[in-house]
């Protein structure tokens, strides 16, 4: 159907010319995520043939020369699809991760690279944070709002919100995954970031890393982070390079360093959630450019979002969706909705680990986050 229209290009209009090359480029990215990669190789020649600077099948092109044993010419494309559109080498961010799942050929970043940018690119609105932070709680109440009464999956933000000329496209992330590789490697730059609008969900560290080293002992994230040589407790976890204080310190601190970056940055602190939920979401729901709906509409989605409603969601797998799925074992530390506590680590720390990690963000955390410093300002 495909190679049809686009060898009978001539034929067309202008406008209908520009559909049809979108429709190719629509079909080569589906033929790319089936591993049909001659068939890509094939449909990406015609759209060249017929738009020799088309970004998308240049890279395409590129790939799919790399995968079927052709690398100079893969190289040779990509490089021409860099040029017409050089913020693609921007997004280079998650190399590290990539090199981490033991991924080593250039193929496997140039594929990272261009999935990133694309998603990126139709997103106005960010949400990242560090594992553990509120992430999945604030995605909830957001999607029960942007429902606003409609049927769907709450969690599903950024399909509601593009499905939704109204809401400004909105998506959560964890950035560059500084959660699953070294410390060393958590990337400082952001300049891919530029003209967005970013949200910096933040949570104290301690909190947070009581709560990951539950999720990655129990959840699975050891094994995305390929380190599967890790069997300690949580002092170990604590200072291990992959995960720990190391690492969410440096997340944290390129992002002090870097919230100049994005056309707007918004610090979400998950205590403000906590302690006053329905005036901070409507913070955010400012922040984000969403739609005022009224009131009960925010009211609504704060109640929706409290967690023991949340977590029987979990316990009863009720939305069927893998980011609110019961651990198999029904461990009660597995769960990802586990305790949700401001202070809670109390009850998991040592007095070495205290002095440990509280020494460590008093000489290390950037001023930006200072709250944190102190751990009796951020318990109310």
Known sequence: MYLTGIRNLTRRSMSSREQVIQEAVDEAYRLYGASAFGEVHQLTNLILQ????????LYLN???ACWTGDPIVGARQIRRASEI????????HMDAWVRQQGNRAQVHFWEKRLEEFRKISQIDNLILSYPKCGRTWVRYVLGVYGLNGNPGDPLMVGDISLADPSLPVTEFTHDDNPHWKPFGDIVRDKSMYEGKRIVFLARDPRDALVSYYFQYTKRGDREHANDFDFDGDLPDFLRHPIGGLRSIVAFYNAWAENRTVPDA????KYEDLRADPEPTFRELLSFLGWPDHGDDAVEAAVSAGEFSKMKKLEATDALKNE???????GDPEGFKVRKGKVGGYREYFTEDDKEYVDAFLREELDDFFGCYKNPNRTER
């Open 50 to 57: 017929k738009d020799e600077n088309n970004f998308d099948g």
């Open 265 to 268: 940055f918004h610090l979400l």
């Open 85 to 92: 559109r050089p913020n693609v080498d921007k997004f280079d």
């Open 323 to 329: 980011r609110l799925k019961p651990p198999e074992d």
């Open 62 to 64: 590129g790939l799919a």
